[in-house]
């Protein structure tokens, strides 16, 4: 386990970075704040995820907070100048996100508690999400008195619908982990001790398809989800058919022959 150190009063790790082979877990790691998006974890997430990038041997990355909270969102004593910091120069430092979204492994959002406006947004911004039955979501930009700059007016309607999403923005009430399930924001809800466990198997599961075609698939789906159905399908044709010039019959045929053998024990 590697880590990005942290200058607060408990020199503690304020992202922990954890590599079991070609998975790769993330955990915000300043739970005593409800692991609020300081400066230094944001530039640290931001790092982390560039190096990522750079990684071809990973295959998934999992998304998680320590504690009670996933992430409660951008540090409120820095917002607020108590800590040198002001709203714009907080907002206007994007990279966590970029990097985020730029990575080319799925990611996967584990949400173990409280997910907060800019915690909401960097949930968002992950491949999927598995939440805890502890899970809670808000948007409160509203009642901060800040309009989102990380994706959230954009993303959230795009997964539960204009209408929730913008009851969830104007009111800044909490949606629990049951209805973010019902509403689409959330794969699926477990227990807490299941949390990371249901995590790391999907990771497993991903990493035991093809990891290029993944990641190509990944890029399209984010490419054409981003545009009009019509450039989204041409986006795809485009991509399957380069891909498909590189693919040799033997290699379809040794995955086919897997394929069969994980129906096979699946259907037990």
């Known amino acids: 386990m590697t880590s990005a150190k942290s200058s607060e009063a408990s020199a503690e790790p304020v992202l922990l970075v954890e590599r079991d082979g070609d998975l790769v877990t993330l ?4 739970p005593q704040a409800m692991n609020a998006l300081s400066i230094e974890l944001r530039r640290a997430i931001a790092t982390a995820f560039q ?3 750079a990684d071809a041997s990973v295959a998934a990355v999992i998304l998680t907070g320590r504690g009670r909270a996933f992430c409660a ?3 409120l004593k820095e917002l607020g100048g108590e800590r040198g910091g002001s709203p714009g120069g907080m907002l206007s430092e994007g990279d966590m996100i970029a990097a985020l979204r730029a990575c080319p492994a799925p990611v996967v959002g584990a949400v173990n508690g409280f997910a907060i406006t800019g915690g909401f947004e960097l949930a968002l911004a992950c491949d999927f999400l598995v939440a805890s039955s502890e899970a809670r979501f808000a948007d409160t930009h509203a009642r901060v008195g800040i309009v989102p700059g990380w994706g959230l007016s954009q993303l959230l309607p ?3 619908g204009i209408g929730r999403a913008k009851e969830l923005s104007f009111t800044g009430n909490f949606l629990g982990a049951e209805q973010a399930l019902a509403w689409g924001l959330v794969n699926r809800v477990v227990s807490p001790e299941l949390l990371l466990p249901t995590a790391r198997q999907l990771a497993r599961d991903i990493a035991s398809c093809d990891r290029d075609t993944v990641r190509r698939i990944k890029r399209v789906y984010d490419e054409g989800y981003a545009t009009t159905l019509g450039e989204g399908l041409r986006i795809e044709r485009h991509a399957s058919r380069e891909h498909a010039a590189s693919v040799r019959p033997e290699d379809v045929a040794a995955r086919r022959r897997g394929i069969q ?8």
């Open 158 to 160: 795009r997964r539960i």
């Open 27 to 30: 955990t915000l790691n300043r």
């Open 73 to 75: 969102g951008l540090d």
């Open 261 to 268: 053998e994980r129906g096979r024990k699946q259907a037990r």
């Open 51 to 53: 190096g990522l990038a």
